[in-house]
């Protein structure tokens, strides 16, 4: 009887066995071999092969890969998820459906729809990529701005009963249609005008589906401390997660402080809030010169703003509140500001406000570049880089735990303008500069802030680490050599480093060249609701 039961035991113990255990594997489409794996987690890195089928990672370790159909020798170079861009400006994506200059440094998601502004139809954007396909993923979150504008126009006002009601349903059915948040980008128009009560409404009908508020909060300057506490707020009040866009002090009499805006975020997080960051690697911004008047003096739109500045005494008191605002941040003129793209003089592109002022007018006084600043402002505005941010705050940001990366960038159209270099180089600048040359965060952390960190922040289950099931987006690089090479005065340089960039299983970039492969995926968020075939 003993022996039954044993031979029993033994038998269940065999059936048990993988059946792949000793036999040849599957029939894997790629496997990468010779591998320093850094699975995305924050753990060391560990020595191994990966192997993907169908779109996803099969295998991860020691492994039979004979039949392969096609091996990849990672000759000891990293092989990392691909990273997440948290924070990007991509709503034209489908008129560049290659996004070289992020598949470029290894980023193989973006999340666009940022600081208030996206589609405000969600579902027909993200349902794009089906006649349109891309070479990168994309997700999206539902901009405010866009629906306070689609509502209520440029209206320096609080909204009516009706109106509020109107936008939640915007938000509410952007979710349903796969948006990941509620983005605000209170400096901006219309977003400016909106109370605090207002945005705790819509993040609240965000809320309901599982969405994140990611803000481009109301000030950067010297007002940041209220502005940060405010983003929390709204938090607390729709209790959703926070995401905290581009954290940063732009204010030069405040430099040095950023131990205490963190400290509001680790406080928050003491409570018990899901407060996270992101930065790009830069010790400049990047926005537009609207951004720099009265968001008063511009309310309405252009033409509105164009009146007021005709007015005299309107004139003066823009000018007062420029000059004043300029003295608080510690600047002394415009000299910071870089046109990055100005269509009407694409001479002025990437010499500042006191270098175009003094090559138009002969003089270059504060009262004269004002006075530049409206002439350009009539004449459509442009695109700037603001050298406006200290170094030792950047990396005092970036060792925070709870700080992702992103470039707050759009796709390039490459060798057009003179725009930030963050477009080009962001994570390779994260790689090169800081983890390798500065030491400033470890490799595998730096990964992990690339992507499981921004794949948990943003409910992406299935990304953002070298993981048996997940989707296969990885990048293979050399921690050794990769670096940026954009500069402000020479932006349009890929970044150097990257040897293969992967989505969905598919090889996008082979370290020479853009393959042609668009295996893309628009990825959507908790909230999405699939509709039944042939609705509309």
Request: charged share 25%; net charge neutral; with cysteine.
């Amino acid at each position: 009887m003993r022996i039954k039961s044993c031979l029993l035991l033994v038998a269940l113990f065999l059936s048990s066995v993988p059946l792949s255990y000793g036999q040849s594997s599957p029939a894997y489409d790629l496997v990468i071999t010779n591998a320093r794996i850094v699975d995305g987690t924050g753990n060391p890195w560990f020595r191994g092969s990966v192997a993907v089928k169908d779109g996803r990672i099969a295998r991860v370790g020691w492994f039979d890969h004979a039949g392969a159909k096609q091996i990849i020798d990672a000759k000891g170079q990293i092989v990392a998820p691909g990273f997440i861009d948290v924070h990007a400006h991509t709503e034209n994506i489908f008129e560049q459906p290659m996004a070289e200059n992020f598949i470029r440094m290894g980023v193989t998601t973006l999340i666009t729809g940022n600081c208030g502004g996206s589609h405000v139809d969600v579902g027909k954007f993200l349902g794009t990529i089906n006649e349109k396909p891309l070479a990168i993923n994309i997700s999206t979150l539902i901009g405010h701005n866009s629906v306070r504008q689609s509502v209520m126009g440029l209206d320096n006002r609080a909204p009516t009963a009706d109106e509020q009601k109107k936008m939640n349903e915007l938000v509410e059915q952007a979710m349903r249609d796969g948006a990941v948040g509620l983005s605000t980008g209170l400096i901006y128009l219309p977003g400016t005008f909106a109370k605090t009560d207002e945005v705790v409404e819509l993040a609240k009908a965000s809320a309901k589906f599982g969405g994140t508020y990611a803000s481009h909060i109301r000030n950067e300057g010297v007002g940041v401390f209220d502005a940060i506490k405010e983003a929390i707020n709204i938090g607390e009040q729709a209790n959703m997660p926070v995401q905290i866009s581009h954290f940063k002090i732009s204010a030069k009499s405040l430099w040095g402080r950023t131990d205490e805006t963190l400290k509001l975020v680790t406080d928050a997080r003491q409570r018990g809030m899901s407060v996270t960051v992101d930065q790009y690697a830069y010790p400049a911004s990047s926005t537009s010169l609207d951004a720099r008047m009265p968001s008063w003096a511009i309310a309405g739109g252009r033409d509105e703003g164009r009146k007021r500045l005709v007015d005299p005494e309107t004139r003066a008191k823009v000018i007062a509140d420029m000059k004043r605002t300029r003295a608080e941040a510690g600047f002394p003129d415009f000299s910071d500001a870089y046109v990055a793209s100005y269509r009407p003089n694409p001479e002025f592109n990437g010499k500042n406000i006191k270098q175009i002022t003094m090559q138009v007018r002969g003089k270059d006084d504060l009262d004269t570049q004002l006075e530049q600043i409206f002439e350009m402002y009539d004449k459509g505005g442009a695109q700037m880089v603001y050298r406006v941010m200290s170094e030792d705050d950047v990396k005092r940001i970036m060792a925070a735990p709870f700080t992702m990366f992103a470039s707050d960038s759009g796709v390039r159209e490459f060798g057009s303008g003179v725009p930030h270099p963050r477009g080009y180089g962001n994570n390779a600048r994260v790689l090169g500069q800081y983890v390798r040359d500065l030491k400033i965060i470890s490799l595998e952390d730096a990964i992990r802030k690339m992507t499981s960190l921004p794949a948990n922040v943003f409910g992406m289950r299935d990304r953002g680490q070298i993981r048996e099931g997940f989707v296969a987006d990885i990048v293979i690089f050399d921690d050794k050599t990769v670096a940026d090479k954009a500069t402000f005065e020479q932006p349009h340089q890929y970044a150097t480093g990257f040897s293969t960039v992967i989505v969905g299983g598919g090889i996008v970039f082979n370290g020479e060249k853009m393959t042609g492969t668009m295996t893309g995926k628009a990825i959507r968020g908790p909230g999405y609701v699939v509709k039944p075939s042939g609705s509309e």
